[in-house]
């Protein structure tokens, strides 16, 4: 049994910061990359920063600069620092991992990627 549980999301001002957490429960040994992706209401879920085994990290377009994502040295939480808030960044964040394909590959930021999702965490900026 895995499990990927959202948390640290809440309504923050424009230019605001925020923290995102991710607690990983199972076994997440088989891991290979873990990611933060979002969704607004009316559109398609986007991969927002992604972390492979050996900590390389890729971001978005939009997150560069703005966000980091980051893991504990267990493995067992995710985080996503969000700084400089967006109107536009306002959206459902989601904790993913993929757990299949080859151990060392390079982090995709599609949703398609990952097989394992948390339930998510609501992050409003205004």
């Known amino acids: 049994h895995v499990q990927l549980v959202e948390s640290g999301g809440g309504s923050v001002q424009a230019g605001g910061s925020l923290r995102l957490s991710c607690a990983t429960s199972g076994n997440f040994d088989s891991d290979r990359c873990m990611a933060w992706l979002r969704q607004a209401p009316g559109k398609e879920r986007e991969g927002v920063g992604a972390?492979?085994?050996?900590?390389?990290?890729l971001y978005s377009d939009s997150a560069q600069g703005r966000f980091a994502i980051s893991r504990d040295r267990g493995k067992k939480f995710l985080y996503l620092q969000m700084n400089g808030l967006r109107i536009e960044d306002t959206a459902m964040y989601f904790c993913?991992?993929?757990?299949?394909?080859?151990?060392?590959?390079?982090?995709?930021?599609?949703?398609?990627?990952?097989?394992?999702w948390g339930q998510g965490t609501q992050v409003t900026v205004s």
């Open positions: 972390i492979d085994r050996s900590g390389r990290t």
């Open positions: 993913a991992s993929s757990t299949t394909g080859a151990l060392y590959q390079p982090c995709e930021m599609k949703p398609s990627a990952y097989n394992v």
